[in-house]
């Protein structure tokens, strides 16, 4: 699992900041503040292990948008995680618009070096070798939980556009971060794994009583399929009205169940549309996740009802903001290393203080 994340002139974040995780992690902090930047890393490394740096280096418009303006401590962006069993770090170096490596490389938890980055090559070339190794042999391997959590991350951010839309007919269908595929993944679900469908019809229905059951039929456009729930009173309703609210909650939990051992899955903002009880409902089913499948989930949120289910867990909190020097960095803190926020817990639970402005006081940098 991993422990913690350390940036430094890596988008947002110019000064060197950790951000240290729990099982669940929460990023609260106003818009801009940073919380984007951090959710986007996981994709960033996976893309470029996965893909091939010149890739992502294309879809993010340019090194000018990966490095953050003005630089900090010179014109290097570095890289760092810490796991359970160990840690990776790399130092990477911009010259003539590219990002190469300076150093860094893969070590044990007691320091012992496992593998290094050779100097001047694309950015987790690395990881990449080891991917491609891994995806060869198809076998596990001791160093696989240093660096597969975020080589194989999940992001998360629903769209209800493509939550609507049919899904495709496709032999291994995948979720998605933006929700497609649902159909297709819950018709695979239904004919080849019954445990997850089982998993899925139980949650839904002691979380959505009106719901009977949700089922993956041919759509009228040749070749795809689509969503349809039917409810209690036998109503059907097919993903193109069944309400927001329902559709999000649905992909959601499908997302949590396929969540495989050691997974990362960040997701941005997964109160959007849903209903306070049921967001609590969902936090629930996180927790059992993570105990069953030792999996990890990194939350963005501006939710009142999601930050109040961890109000006995300050160390989970961690507050974004800008600082107030000329670089604008993103500086970050758990709410647990702010004794003066951390007391008011006692008072007021987080969604309070995040309405009544507690958590946009600043902090030392």
């Given at each position: 699992m991993l422990k913690s994340i350390t940036l430094q002139n890596f988008k947002s974040f110019g000064q060197r900041q950790t951000v240290y995780l729990e099982p669940i992690t929460v990023l609260v902090g106003p818009n801009n503040s940073g919380k984007s930047s951090f959710l986007s890393v996981a994709k960033f490394i996976a893309n470029c292990a996965l893909m091939g740096f010149g890739k992502v280096e294309e879809q993010e418009g340019g090194v000018e948008n990966i490095i953050h303006r003005p630089a900090v401590d010179g014109n290097e962006v570095f890289l760092g995680w810490e796991t359970d069993t160990g840690n990776y770090e790399v130092t990477l170096a911009a010259k003539l618009d590219q990002l190469n490596v300076r150093q860094g490389g893969m070590k044990q938890a007691d320091g012992i070096p496992i593998a290094t980055e050779q100097e001047g090559t694309a950015p987790f070339t690395l990881l990449s070798t080891m991917a491609r190794e891994k995806m060869a042999k198809g076998k596990r391997v001791d160093t696989d939980s240093i660096w597969v959590p975020l080589v194989l991350s999940r992001f998360i951010h629903l769209s209800l556009e493509v939550l609507r839309e049919d899904s495709q007919f496709v032999p291994e269908p995948r979720l998605t971060g933006s929700g497609a595929n649902l159909a297709s993944v819950l018709a695979l679900w239904r004919s080849a794994y019954p445990e997850k469908t089982?998993?899925?019809?139980?949650?839904?229905?002691?979380?959505?009583?009106?719901?009977?059951?949700?089922?993956?039929?041919p759509s009228p456009r040749h070749g795809l399929q689509r969503l349809w729930v039917e409810q209690s009173n036998g109503q059907r309703f097919d993903a193109q009205h069944i309400s927001e609210g329902v559709l999000s909650f649905i992909a959601l939990a499908m997302h949590i169940i396929d969540a495989g051992p050691g997974s990362l899955i960040l997701i941005e903002e997964p109160e959007r549309s849903i209903h306070p009880q049921r967001l609590y409902s969902l936090v629930?089913?996180?927790?059992?996740?993570v105990?069953?499948?030792?999996?990890?989930?990194?939350?963005?949120?501006?939710?009142?009802?999601?930050?109040?289910?961890?109000?006995?867990?300050?160390?989970?909190i961690v507050l974004f903001r800008r600082s107030d020097t000329p670089d604008q960095s993103t500086l970050v803190r758990r709410l647990a290393d702010l004794p003066e926020l951390a007391e008011n817990l006692s008072r007021s639970p987080p969604g309070e203080m995040l309405e009544t402005g507690f958590f946009t006081r600043p902090f030392e940098s």
């Open positions: 089982n998993q899925l019809d139980g949650f839904l229905r002691q979380c959505l009583p009106e719901l009977k059951f949700i089922l993956a039929q629930e089913f996180m927790r059992r996740a105990h069953e499948h030792q999996c990890q989930f990194i939350l963005s949120t501006h939710s009142r009802v999601l930050l109040d289910n961890f109000r006995d867990e300050p160390e989970a």
